[in-house]
C-alpha cells in the first residue's frame, strides 16, 4: 500500500472512531436522560402528594360552604315566599294558615265551654222541667207579648 492509501485508511479508521464514539455519547445521553427522568418522577409525585391533599381538603371546605349557603339561601326564599304570600292573603282578606289556626283552636275552645254549660245546666235543671218543649216556651213567649201588645 501506498503512502495515500495508508493516510485514507487512518482517517477512516479514525472516522469510524470518532463516529462510534459519537453514538456511544447518544446512548449514554438516553441513557442518563431516562435516568434523570425517573428520578424527576420520583420527585414530582413526592411533591404532588401533599398538594393533592390540601387540594381535596380545599374541595371539602368549598363543598361544604356552598352547601351551607345553599340551605340558607333556600331557607330565606322559603321564607320570604311564606311571607309575601301572607302578605297577598291579608291584602285580599283571606284567611292565612295561621289564622285558621287560631280561629280553630278558639272554636275548640268554644265548644268545650258550652259543653261544660250543657253539663251544669242539665244538673242544675229539675226532672220535671226537662219535660219541656223548647217550642212551647217560645209559642208561650209569643202568646205573653200577644196579650201585653
Do not use: C
Not at 435516568?35 to 387540594?55: N, S, T, W
Not at 283552636?105 to 226537662?130: F, G, W
Amino acid at each position: 500500500m501506498n503512502n495515500a492509501q495508508e493516510a485514507v485508511g487512518s482517517g477512516f479508521d479514525k472516522l469510524r472512531v470518532v463516529g462510534r464514539n459519537l453514538w456511544l455519547a447518544g446512548l449514554g445521553a438516553v441513557a442518563e436522560v431516562e435516568d434523570g427522568g425517573r428520578e424527576l418522577f420520583d420527585r414530582l409525585v413526592e411533591r404532588g402528594a401533599p398538594i393533592e391533599e390540601k387540594q381535596k381538603k380545599l374541595t371539602e371546605t368549598v363543598t361544604e360552604r356552598a352547601s351551607k349557603a345553599a340551605r340558607s339561601f333556600s331557607k330565606r326564599v322559603e321564607e320570604t315566599v311564606e311571607l309575601e304570600g301572607r302578605g297577598m292573603l291579608k291584602r285580599l282578606n283571606l284567611m292565612t294558615r295561621e289564622d285558621v289556626k287560631i280561629l280553630s283552636a278558639r272554636l275548640e275552645t268554644l265548644s268545650k265551654k258550652i259543653n261544660e254549660y250543657a253539663v251544669r245546666h242539665e244538673a242544675a235543671v229539675p226532672d220535671d222541667q226537662e219535660t219541656i218543649q223548647p217550642k212551647k216556651t217560645v209559642q208561650a213567649a209569643k202568646a205573653s207579648r200577644a196579650k201585653k201588645g
